[in-house]
């Protein structure tokens, strides 16, 4: 658990290591030296006489929060905060512990919905400090959020505890040390005497909102998204059935699974709920982590930038028979076959097509370019390739990456779509061209099948 010293820290350990054997578990002491003040070693070294004392474990490490926090421009509550968390978490990695305790109380919660709501939170925001939450495969549990500072203080002098007093706590640089040493007492005197129990209460509903709203965005989002390789393919038409700050909480949902909620803002939920309401499909939306959100026709695609990326290779001569490589990730095989080998309809990877009008032609294949025409099986003449990619809903950023094959300037298969009207098999078809655009790792799952 985490031990800085103080009341709260050393009010939980005691408390911990009285019950362990009733809750049989085992106690790690982890203590954070942020080398801000003068008596921050004298501190390390009690925490570390009080755990050889009660025979617990002992882990320390000495930060330079000035220096962290210089190093990532943050402020300094925040580099202390993250320098925290890095240390308990390195620590519950070498003990391969499933818990950390951490000494919050109820008082540090009506500070945190305070603070929250000078920011301008949502109902996740005012309903605080939860009481456990996993985070990194590992439960945060804050076992005296129950409890008001006073009966800590008062637990400490019933047990003869000395704890330690951080002389910060005291400053009014912090900015929660402002809303402790001036703004609650002054709405405390000025406003309401129970501001402190207000903010609880408060805390207490809008935590019920928040789970009743997050279950209900999970029920939902189950039935209105699927994943498809590492893409998320979110239903538009039914997302935008639902009440506004459900479908923000759906999209946050969504994106936990390739980002960690602490870098999704709210100015990302709403640039993606913009997104949602444009009608015009190939908006796309960056956000950190490398990831990449498009609005595409009636799906929202939510999909990690490697995996959205524009398939970059020359023009290449399609080998007949044989296996083309296409670009790093992608092959075309080609074979001769007779019309009674073939079995249909062929799935969208294959493509049957007559060879006795393409033998004449040696075969390449491309990406697209500007004015390239295509006629495709079944319509009555040729069209713009850009026309025939709008009229399938295919996407923007996928049709740069689409592998045409091409006899002469003609297209004769836009992979994976339609192939050209004149080249299909017809009954007078002899021998049939057999292509299959497979990825690397598809084609060779199939060749040691063989």
Same mark, same amino acid.
């Given at each position: 658990?985490?031990?800085?010293?103080? #009341?709260?820290?050393? &009010?939980?350990?005691?408390?911990?290591?009285?019950?362990?054997?009733?809750? =049989?578990?085992?106690?790690?002491?982890?203590?954070?030296?942020?080398?801000?003040? #003068?008596?921050?070693?004298?501190?390390?070294?009690?925490?570390?006489?009080?755990?050889?004392?009660?025979?617990?474990?002992?882990?320390?490490?000495?930060?330079?929060?000035?220096?962290?926090?210089?190093?990532h %421009?943050?402020?300094?509550?925040?580099?202390g905060?993250?320098? %925290?968390?890095?240390?308990?978490?390195?620590?519950? %990695?070498?003990?391969?512990?499933?818990?950390i305790?951490?000494?919050?109380?109820?008082?540090?919660?009506?500070?945190?919905?305070?603070?929250?709501?000078?920011?301008?939170?949502?109902?996740?925001?005012?309903?605080?400090?939860?009481?456990?939450?996993?985070?990194?495969?590992?439960?945060?549990? !804050?076992?005296?959020?129950?409890?008001?500072?006073?009966?800590?203080?008062?637990? &400490?002098?019933?047990?003869?505890? *000395?704890?330690?007093t951080?002389?910060?706590?005291?400053?009014?640089?912090?900015?929660?040390?402002?809303?402790?040493?001036?703004?609650?007492?002054y709405?405390? +005197?000025?406003?309401? #005497?129970?501001?402190?129990?207000?903010?609880?209460?408060?805390?207490?509903?809008?935590?019920a909102?928040?789970?009743?709203?997050?279950?209900?965005?999970?029920?939902?989002?189950?039935?209105?998204? %699927?994943?498809?390789? =590492?893409?998320?393919?979110?239903?538009?038409?039914?997302?935008?059935?639902?009440?506004?700050?459900?479908?923000?909480?759906?999209? !946050?949902?969504?994106?936990?699974r390739?980002?960690?909620?602490?870098?999704?803002?709210?100015?990302? @939920?709403?640039?993606?709920?913009?997104?949602?309401?444009?009608?015009?499909?190939?908006?796309?939306?960056?956000?950190?982590?490398?990831?990449?959100?498009?609005?595409? /026709?009636?799906?929202?695609v @939510?999909a990690?930038?490697?995996?959205?990326?524009?398939?970059?290779?020359? *023009?290449?001569?399609?080998?007949?028979?044989?296996?083309?490589?296409?670009?790093?990730?992608?092959?075309?095989?080609?074979?001769?076959?007779? *019309?009674?080998?073939?079995?249909?309809? #062929?799935?969208?990877?294959?493509? /049957?097509?007559?060879?006795?009008k393409?033998?004449?032609?040696?075969?390449?294949?491309?990406?697209?370019?500007?004015?390239?025409?295509?006629?495709?099986?079944?319509?009555? $003449?040729? +069209?713009?390739?850009?026309?025939?990619?709008?009229? !399938? =809903?295919?996407?923007? /950023?996928?049709?740069?990456?689409?592998?045409?094959?091409?006899? $002469?300037?003609?297209?004769?298969?836009?992979?994976?779509?339609?192939?050209?009207?004149?080249? !299909?098999?017809?009954?007078?078809?002899?021998?049939?061209?057999?292509?299959?655009?497979?990825?690397?790792?598809?084609?060779?799952?199939?060749?040691?099948?063989?």
């Open positions: 658990m985490a031990v800085s010293g103080g #009341p709260d820290s050393l &009010c939980l350990l005691h408390l911990l290591h009285t019950l362990a054997p009733e809750l =049989k578990i085992r106690m790690v002491v982890a203590h954070l030296n942020h080398r801000l003040r #003068p008596e921050a070693h004298q501190e390390s070294v009690g925490v570390a006489g009080i755990a050889s004392a009660w025979s617990l474990p002992f882990e320390t490490k000495a930060v330079d929060i000035r220096s962290y926090k210089k190093k %421009r943050l402020s300094e509550e925040e580099a905060r993250r320098a %925290r968390y890095r240390f308990l978490f390195a620590v519950a %990695r070498k003990y391969k512990a499933s818990v305790a951490l000494g919050h109380h109820l008082d540090d919660q009506a500070e945190t919905v305070l603070l929250n709501v000078l920011r301008g939170s949502s109902v996740d925001g005012l309903a605080g400090i939860l009481p456990k939450r996993v985070r990194a495969g590992v439960k945060l549990v !804050r076992p005296l959020l129950c409890l008001r500072r006073i009966e800590i203080e008062e637990y &400490c002098d019933k047990h003869n505890l *000395q704890p330690y951080d002389s910060s706590n005291l400053e009014t640089d912090y900015t929660r040390n402002k809303l402790r040493l001036e703004l609650i007492p709405l405390e +005197k000025k406003y309401n #005497p129970k501001i402190r129990e207000t903010l609880i209460s408060l805390s207490s509903l809008a935590s909102d928040r789970h009743f709203l997050n279950c209900l965005a999970r029920k939902k989002l189950a039935g209105i998204a %699927r994943t498809s390789n =590492k893409n998320v393919f979110i239903d538009l038409r039914q997302l935008k059935l639902m009440p506004l700050a459900l479908r923000g909480r759906i999209i !946050r949902l969504a994106l936990y390739f980002i960690p909620a602490k870098k999704i803002s709210r100015v990302h @939920i709403e640039q993606l709920l913009d997104l949602t309401e444009n009608d015009r499909p190939g908006r796309q939306v960056t956000l950190p982590g490398g990831i990449r959100v498009h609005h595409a /026709y009636d799906r929202l @939510i990690p930038l490697s995996g959205t990326a524009k398939m970059n290779f020359e *023009q290449v001569s399609l080998a007949v028979p044989g296996i083309t490589a296409i670009g790093r990730d992608a092959v075309i095989s080609a074979r001769i076959v007779s *019309q009674s080998e073939l079995n249909w309809p #062929p799935p969208a990877h294959r493509a /049957y097509l007559d060879y006795e393409l033998s004449s032609s040696s075969l390449t294949v491309r990406l697209r370019r500007p004015g390239d025409r295509f006629y495709p099986q079944g319509a009555p $003449g040729s +069209k713009k390739l850009k026309s025939f990619l709008i009229d !399938r =809903k295919i996407p923007l /950023y996928r049709r740069d990456s689409l592998p045409l094959v091409v006899c $002469g300037d003609e297209i004769i298969w836009v992979a994976g779509l339609r192939i050209a009207h004149p080249y !299909r098999v017809t009954g007078h078809t002899g021998q049939v061209l057999m292509l299959e655009c497979e990825t690397v790792k598809s084609q060779e799952k199939k060749s040691k099948s063989h």
